[in-house]
């Protein structure tokens, strides 16, 4: 933990974040910088290859972690707002090198991962921080993802730094354990499975009588987001980024 | 007689058999409420032990250190039963099991046999083979007769009716003991089962049994249960045939000290099982004076030789995993199409198929890793999915219609979009182009074809945004020069 250091920081948007949340990386942006950390954006990357690889495609991964080793390897930090990424990175990075067989490729994960965090994680572990100067007067509860929880043990970091948050109505979500079924391709080939794990996610969701649901996984938010919508219950939801980047006056 | 085997041969792919498995409202409700109440227990036995964690991995030590010496071990578990007066039988496959069995209690004399809760010989359909050869299994754990009554299949590796309530299990009672006036009690139905199993207990001449553990050092076997039926069954028969996958094997009897401290807090949420038997060959005057152990490979050597799924075969039949699995909880356990249901289902079964079966299995899953948050020896199911799962598309892969593979071209041209900056721009750029196409209602697309469909089946998709935050990103750079 490194109290007070100012970090050169490298972000690594993630594919869907890139296409889908652009506004969650300018506000991973908008948060780093007000800490007074700088933040480069490695314009070769791309993506993990977490979706390849979970779905069984795993010669097709292969290159993405080349690729990511490639762009990042000098980074002082890696900052990724996305807790399945990081786990994908942190869980199958090192085996996947190995299998590929090349020494060096090896070497080059195990001296890189080390720095690479998952956004929340950046702040509260690395930087020691729970108040990072945000402000966001609405009533929100926090859904953790499982590769948050149980792979990246965030534990309670992401609800120290909502706490922080001025303004805020926090409330706990019910169940906060539970998969939202999300689960990447899992979502389309077991719809109706999904379907019915999200449906008590959502309920539980509303229950809170929260305005905005965050989590540090916008995938899963996605996925609680196209129910809740469909379901015209006006609940948004929200990166945990894009709440601690709300600013006093700043109209969030 | 008993129900169908259920048979990963023949079973329809997982989706499809979920979705009917959900229609059924009554059987959501029995599994929601009965894997709330185990977790519940064992999470309470659980958080009493301090030193789970050093539990856990002290028994997936001595899990993956008997895998690598699997060979040694059952070796050493015959000689010492056989010195012990036990009598050993090895069977490569299901069929080679069944016609062991059936042998063995031909010349027992008997065309009866009394039957300890055992998913081993649900797993080769020993009952079905039995009854083929005019032999009549009864099963005397009360949640494998309601099964058998009821000409059901076991949807749980530990509790086989967990998706009955007490309701459903009075009417099979009451309908196949021709019993009137039965309550819905627990002690009603537990009293009904004893008097109707108690006959049997008392003159069928001989057992058959699974195994919790095969120790090699004795060569003893060891069973655990909660109700004492299977105790009755170890003691009463003349002849005494336990079938044992050969992955049960322990090496020392000290082992048992790690496991029975494992297996009952992960499988039922008790401190200690109400009946532990071990015993060791056959002793004079005292218990069976036959003793025959059939091991059965069928597939497992299979998986001890692939080192990443080889801790699939560490599994301890706990079901902790079951209990904790969110998928299994919304479909219940048939919808897998084998005795073995949830997460080490889907890991175990299409393993014991050879990958040829159940391809759909290892694609049941978020992998939301709760199943190995729980495992008591530690077994990686997530990973273990993942690596199946590559299998799945390596063999599809090896097919001829592989070509008309839509996945997998997708995939194949995500991932050289994926290689090249350039390239992931303008998939960038078509995809929203191509996203216009799509039918929307106020920024919201509310309809996907083809595979994507399901997702639009119960959410919408927000539009994409007109601008990337590589784009922006370069914008920005631009004005700050
Ligand atoms: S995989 Fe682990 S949790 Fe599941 S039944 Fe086996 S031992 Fe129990």
Same mark, same amino acid.
């Given at each position: 933990?490194?109290?007070?250091?100012?970090?050169?920081?490298?972000?690594?948007?993630?594919?869907?974040?890139?296409?889908?949340?652009?506004?969650?990386?300018?506000?991973?942006?908008?948060?780093?910088?007000?800490?007074?950390?700088?933040?480069?954006?490695?314009?070769?990357?791309?993506?993990?290859?977490?979706?390849?690889?979970?779905?069984g495609?795993?010669?097709e991964a292969?290159?993405?972690?080349?690729?990511?080793?490639?762009?990042?390897?000098?980074?002082?930090?890696?900052?990724?707002p996305?807790?399945?990424?990081?786990?994908?990175?942190?869980?199958?990075?090192?085996?996947?090198?190995a299998?590929?067989?090349?020494?060096?490729?090896?070497?080059?994960?195990?001296?890189?991962?080390?720095?690479?965090?998952?956004f929340?994680?950046?702040?509260?572990?690395?930087?020691?921080?729970?108040?990072?100067?945000?402000?966001?007067?609405?009533?929100?509860?926090?859904?953790?993802?499982?590769?948050?929880?149980r792979?990246?043990?965030?534990?309670?970091?992401?609800?120290?730094?909502?706490?922080?948050?001025?303004?805020?109505?926090l409330?706990?979500?019910?169940?906060?354990?539970?998969?939202?079924?999300?689960? !990447?391709?899992?979502?389309?080939?077991?719809?109706? #499975?999904?379907?019915?794990? &999200? %449906? $008590?996610k959502? /309920?539980?969701?509303l229950?809170?009588?929260?305005?905005?649901?965050?989590?540090?996984?916008?995938?899963?938010?996605?996925?609680?987001? !196209?129910a809740?919508?469909r379901q015209?219950?006006? #609940?948004?939801?929200?990166? &945990? %980024? $894009?709440?601690? /980047?709300?600013?006093?006056?700043?109209?969030? | 007689?008993?129900?169908t085997?259920?048979?990963?041969?023949?079973?329809?792919?997982?989706?499809?058999?979920?979705?009917?498995?959900?229609?059924?409202?009554?059987?959501?409700r029995?599994?929601?409420?009965?894997?709330?109440?185990?977790?519940?227990?064992?999470?309470?036995?659980?958080?009493?032990?301090?030193?789970?964690?050093?539990?856990?991995?002290?028994?997936?030590?001595?899990?993956?250190?008997?895998?690598?010496?699997?060979?040694?071990?059952?070796?050493?578990?015959?000689?010492?039963?056989?010195?012990?007066?036990?009598?050993?039988?090895?069977?490569?496959?299901?069929?080679?099991?069944?016609?062991?069995?059936?042998?063995?209690?031909k010349?027992?004399?008997?065309d009866?046999?009394?039957?300890?809760?055992?998913?081993?010989?649900?797993?080769i359909?020993?009952?079905?083979?039995?009854?083929?050869?005019?032999?009549?299994?009864?099963?005397?754990?009360?949640?494998?007769?309601?099964?058998?009554?009821?000409?059901?299949?076991?949807?749980?590796?530990?509790?086989?009716?967990?998706?009955?309530?007490?309701?459903?299990?009075k009417?099979?009672?009451?309908?196949?003991?021709?019993?009137?006036d039965?309550?819905?009690?627990?002690?009603?139905?537990?009293?009904a089962?004893?008097?109707?199993?108690?006959?049997k207990?008392?003159?069928?001449?001989?057992?058959?049994?699974?195994?919790?553990?095969?120790?090699?050092?004795?060569?003893?076997?060891?069973v655990?249960?909660?109700?004492?039926?299977?105790?009755?069954?170890?003691?009463?028969p003349?002849?005494?045939?336990?079938?044992?996958?050969?992955?049960?094997?322990?090496?020392?009897?000290?082992?048992?000290?790690?496991?029975?401290?494992?297996?009952?807090?992960?499988?039922?949420?008790?401190?200690?099982?109400?009946?532990?038997?071990?015993?060791?060959?056959?002793?004079?005057?005292?218990?069976?004076?036959?003793?025959?152990?059939?091991?059965?490979?069928?597939g497992?050597?299979?998986?001890?030789?692939?080192?990443?799924?080889?801790?699939?075969?560490?599994?301890?039949?706990?079901?902790?995993?079951?209990?904790?699995?969110?998928?299994?909880?919304?479909?219940?356990?048939?919808?897998?199409?084998?005795?073995?249901?949830?997460?080490?289902?889907?890991?175990?079964?299409?393993q014991?198929?050879?990958?040829?079966?159940?391809?759909?299995?290892p694609y049941?899953?978020?992998?939301?890793?709760?199943?190995?948050?729980?495992?008591?020896?530690?077994?990686?199911?997530?990973?273990?999915?993942?690596?199946?799962?590559?299998?799945?598309?390596?063999?599809n892969?090896?097919?001829?219609s592989?070509?008309?593979?839509?996945?997998?071209?997708?995939?194949?041209?995500?991932?050289?979009?994926?290689?090249?900056?350039?390239?992931?721009?303008?998939?960038?750029?078509?995809?929203?182009?191509?996203?216009?196409?799509?039918?929307?209602?106020?920024?919201?697309?509310?309809w996907?074809?083809?595979?994507?469909?399901?997702?639009?089946?119960?959410?919408?998709?927000?539009?994409?945004?007109?601008?990337?935050?590589?784009?922006?990103?370069?914008?920005r750079?631009?004005?700050?020069?």
């Amino acid at each position: 933990m490194d109290r007070g250091i100012l970090l050169r920081t490298s972000l690594f948007i993630t594919c869907y974040n890139d296409t889908l949340f652009p506004g969650t990386g300018k506000a991973v942006v908008r948060v780093l910088e007000r800490l007074g950390h700088t933040v480069e954006f490695p314009r070769g990357q791309t993506c993990c290859g977490q979706m390849h690889y979970n779905t069984g495609y795993q010669a097709e991964a292969a290159p993405l972690l080349e690729r990511f080793v490639t762009q990042f390897q000098d980074a002082e930090a890696v900052v990724i707002p996305s807790s399945s990424c990081v786990a994908m990175m942190r869980d199958h990075y090192p085996k996947m090198a190995a299998r590929m067989g090349k020494p060096d490729l090896v070497t080059g994960v195990e001296r890189l991962l080390p720095r690479v965090f998952e956004f929340s994680e950046f702040l509260t572990k690395r930087l020691g921080l729970e108040d990072v100067g945000a402000y966001y007067p609405r009533r929100v509860t926090y859904h953790a993802s499982c590769h948050g929880l149980r792979n990246l043990s965030l534990g309670d970091g992401p609800m120290r730094l909502l706490k922080a948050v001025r303004g805020i109505e926090l409330v706990e979500l019910a169940g906060l354990a539970e998969c939202c079924g999300f689960g !990447g391709t899992f979502a389309v080939k077991n719809a109706d #499975v999904s379907g019915a794990m &999200l %449906a $008590e996610k959502t /309920a539980a969701v509303l229950d809170t009588k929260a305005e905005v649901c965050t989590a540090c996984d916008n995938s899963c938010l996605m996925h609680i987001q !196209g129910a809740l919508h469909r379901q015209k219950t006006g #609940v948004k939801t929200l990166h &945990l %980024a $894009e709440i601690l /980047a709300g600013e006093e006056g700043a109209g969030s | 007689m008993s129900g169908t085997a259920l048979d990963p041969k023949t079973a329809p792919a997982f989706p499809i058999a979920a979705r009917a498995a959900m229609k059924d409202s009554q059987l959501q409700r029995n599994v929601h409420h009965a894997t709330q109440v185990i977790q519940t227990k064992r999470a309470r036995v659980v958080a009493e032990m301090a030193d789970w964690q050093e539990l856990r991995e002290a028994g997936e030590h001595i899990r993956r250190h008997t895998m690598e010496h699997l060979d040694f071990y059952l070796q050493e578990f015959e000689v010492n039963c056989a010195r012990a007066g036990g009598i050993v039988h090895w069977a490569t496959d299901a069929e080679e099991a069944r016609q062991i069995v059936v042998g063995l209690v031909k010349a027992s004399g008997s065309d009866e046999v009394i039957k300890i809760k055992s998913m081993t010989t649900e797993e080769i359909a020993l009952n079905q083979a039995l009854e083929s050869e005019d032999i009549h299994p009864f099963e005397t754990d009360l949640a494998e007769l309601i099964i058998q009554l009821g000409r059901d299949q076991p949807s749980h590796i530990v509790v086989p009716a967990l998706h009955k309530n007490r309701k459903q299990i009075k009417e099979i009672f009451q309908r196949e003991m021709h019993l009137a006036d039965l309550g819905d009690r627990p002690e009603d139905l537990a009293d009904a089962a004893r008097s109707f199993l108690r006959e049997k207990f008392l003159h069928v001449r001989t057992g058959v049994s699974g195994a919790n553990f095969l120790i090699a050092e004795t060569g003893g076997v060891c069973v655990v249960e909660s109700e004492g039926n299977g105790r009755m069954c170890l003691t009463l028969p003349e002849t005494l045939i336990t079938i044992a996958g050969i992955d049960k094997i322990l090496p020392r009897f000290e082992d048992l000290e790690v496991m029975l401290q494992l297996l009952p807090r992960s499988a039922t949420g008790e401190r200690m099982n109400p009946y532990n038997s071990v015993w060791t060959g056959v002793h004079a005057g005292d218990g069976p004076q036959t003793f025959h152990v059939v091991l059965l490979d069928n597939g497992r050597t299979g998986i001890l030789a692939d080192w990443e799924s080889r801790q699939t075969l560490h599994c301890i039949r706990c079901a902790a995993c079951q209990n904790a699995c969110p998928v299994y909880r919304q479909t219940g356990g048939h919808a897998y199409g084998s005795v073995y249901a949830g997460p080490i289902g889907a890991i175990l079964t299409p393993q014991l198929q050879e990958m040829h079966y159940a391809q759909s299995l290892p694609y049941a899953s978020s992998l939301c890793g709760a199943c190995y948050e729980v495992c008591p020896v530690k077994i990686n199911i997530p990973e273990v999915l993942i690596h199946l799962r590559q299998k799945v598309v390596e063999q599809n892969a090896a097919q001829v219609s592989s070509s008309f593979d839509i996945e997998a071209l997708g995939m194949k041209a995500m991932a050289v979009t994926f290689r090249n900056e350039r390239r992931f721009r303008a998939a960038q750029r078509m995809g929203r182009a191509a996203a216009k196409l799509l039918p929307r209602k106020d920024g919201w697309i509310t309809w996907l074809p083809g595979m994507l469909g399901g997702w639009t089946q119960m959410r919408d998709l927000e539009e994409m945004p007109q601008e990337t935050f590589r784009d922006w990103w370069q914008k920005r750079e631009k004005d700050d020069r």
